[in-house]
């Protein structure tokens, strides 16, 4: 098994990924409303739409400790970064307003569903130096804020709308290749 500094090095790089999909969406919504949403109306879908990411990235956090404090023991960490890779990735591509809606809604989910287990397995894996642990588990979702969405922004300009369905492979390759770190994370840290 991994010592716990490897762990929280680990669920702090997909702290980072994770919020690099969240704050991917102000850079992603204007290609979406440019192609689906009526001229006149584009205002209020962007407010609408933005909203929809707020409140389920937010209150969903909220549901999501709920859960994980009665006990649920479901691996919130792999569903989060699964979803949340996903549903903002194919966001590019919603083909209509509904689906964009959709798949706002599924992407902010899955942030939602990352951050309460995360952010207690992080201060657990700290052990002594839970201020410092939190610390760097935070600075890794500040830095996913910062280069996610320029990294995003630099590929559009290379392939246009072509890069946003590959985006979800780097989370989901890292969901797959730390699952079993991350189900152990949740059983021995978390769910206990």
């Not at 992080?122 to 890794?140: D, K, N, P, T």
Request: charged letters at 10%; glycine letters at 10%.
């Amino acid at each position: 098994p991994a010592s716990l500094r490897t762990q929280l090095i680990w669920l702090t790089l997909t702290h980072g990924v994770v919020d690099a999909y969240a704050l991917s969406v102000p850079f992603i919504l204007p290609i979406i409303l440019d192609r689906v949403a009526p001229e006149n109306y584009r205002a209020f879908y962007a407010g609408a739409l933005a909203a929809t990411v707020a409140a389920s990235t937010s209150i969903g956090q909220v549901g999501f400790a709920w859960l994980a404090d009665r006990d649920v023991k479901a691996p919130f960490l792999l569903i989060g970064i699964a979803t949340a890779a996903v549903g903002m990735s194919l966001l590019g591509l919603a083909p209509n307003l509904p689906t964009a809606f959709l798949l706002m809604l599924v992407g902010g989910l899955g942030v939602a569903a990352f951050h309460p287990q995360s952010a207690v397995a992080a201060s657990r894996l700290s052990q002594g130096s839970r201020g410092l642990g939190m610390s760097v588990f935070i600075v890794g979702g500040n830095l996913g804020q910062a280069i996610g969405p320029l990294i995003l922004i630099l590929a559009y300009a290379a392939w246009s709308t072509a890069v946003f369905a590959p985006a979800m492979v780097v989370g989901l390759v890292l969901c797959v290749a730390l699952g079993r770190m991350y189900i152990g994370i949740a059983r021995e840290n978390i769910v206990q």
